[in-house]
């Protein structure tokens, strides 16, 4: 988001949002390293895709991937609130027009926390079917894409609550906690997409 | 914002062509190179996107005129703290971390709770006390 234009002559893009955006790049760099790992076992291992990729709930992993794409839609909602420097509800909670930016989050935390739990109870699901992370290279990567990207959501999770948390600490609703709450979006939605190459590399393409 | 904006844009076109000849020149059985050429890609297309999805919404800044002034620069560019010492604690904190991976697991409990510490603290650094905003 532009930087408050009443507080200086010069309209200038918001460093914050500038500096996010640049580290993320560097967060995709990152991924592209899983994803290398993933592309260069799966080529020189087809077998063993054959015959653990079948092992998957696809449709399980669809609906959790469709919930972490809807608290992005939440989470968007959230910021446009934001930038209006609307904190808080005015109406009752059950009037969502009337919802604030901290409403919003707490929607999408709940749907992230879904996903996250999700994802869990898959695990739980594999290694009692004993594979396990050290059992062969599938799992090892499955694992490892799937784990790191959990840890990212995790981490979001817990932006949101440090941003939640900081509209109780003013009575004014600033531009620099409309721009936390604005970077930790691009944050969610950077993590969301991601998730969605990942879900395609590792479900939907198969053997 | 016109020479940022073109600068990423040449890095991504550069990576998404060098990263296609990478893959036919080793005949698509090599992903490595291919993946993280075609996301170098992506790393400067994010940037070029979001810097003109930004300048869309701005005016020009003096430095796009050639005829600007310093002087025009000035005004508010965010806000900043004047010192902090939470990053250190952070960086203590991760090291203790990284430590319990490399030594012993229950370093990271302690690694972790001094991690919320941390974090805690440079987050609501400047929502508190006298200063806050």
């Known amino acids: 988001m532009p930087s408050d234009p009443v507080m200086g002559p010069v309209t200038r893009p918001n460093m914050v949002s500038v500096g996010t955006i640049v580290w993320l790049s560097s967060e995709l760099m990152f991924f592209a390293g899983l994803f290398a790992i993933f592309f260069t076992l799966r080529a020189m291992r087809p077998d063993l895709w054959a015959e653990r990729v079948p092992m998957l709930d696809v449709p399980y992993a669809a609906i959790n991937t469709l919930i972490l794409v809807i608290s992005s839609v939440w989470c968007q909602l959230g910021v446009m609130k934001a930038e209006a420097l609307q904190p808080s509800r005015t109406g009752s909670l059950l009037q969502v027009g009337k919802w604030g930016m901290r409403e919003w989050y707490v929607l999408t935390y709940i749907f992230g926390a879904v996903f996250v739990s999700g994802q869990v109870a898959e695990y739980a699901k594999l290694v009692s079917e004993g594979i396990t992370m050290s059992a062969d290279a599938w799992s090892s990567v499955f694992y490892l894409t799937t784990g790191l990207h959990g840890i990212h959501v995790t981490a979001g999770l817990i932006a949101f609550l440090l941003i939640i948390g900081r509209t109780f600490t003013t009575r004014h609703y600033s531009h620099a906690q409309a721009t936390g709450a604005v970077v930790t979006s691009y944050y969610w939605h950077f993590v969301d997409v991601v998730w969605i190459a990942l879900f395609a590399s590792i479900y ?4 | 914002m016109k020479p940022e904006i073109q600068m990423f844009n040449i890095i991504a076109g550069f990576f998404l062509v060098v990263g296609v000849i990478y893959g036919v020149v080793t005949d698509w059985t090599e992903w490595v190179g291919v993946i993280a050429l075609i996301l170098c890609a992506g790393l400067g297309a994010m940037i070029g996107f979001y810097l003109w999805m930004v300048a869309r919404k701005l005016p020009l800044r003096p430095e796009d005129d050639l005829d600007g002034e310093i002087e025009q620069q000035a005004g508010y560019y965010g806000a900043f703290t ?9 960086g203590i904190a991760s090291a203790l971390i990284f430590l319990g991976t490399a030594v012993a697991w229950w370093i990271i409990a302690f690694g972790a709770l001094f991690g919320v510490f941390a974090v805690v603290g440079w987050v609501y650094e400047s ?7």
């Open chain 2, 127 to 133: 929502f508190h006390g006298e200063h806050a905003r």
């Open chain 1, 204 to 207: 939907l393409l198969g053997a």
């Open chain 2, 82 to 90: 004047p010192y902090s010492w939470w990053p250190l604690w952070l």
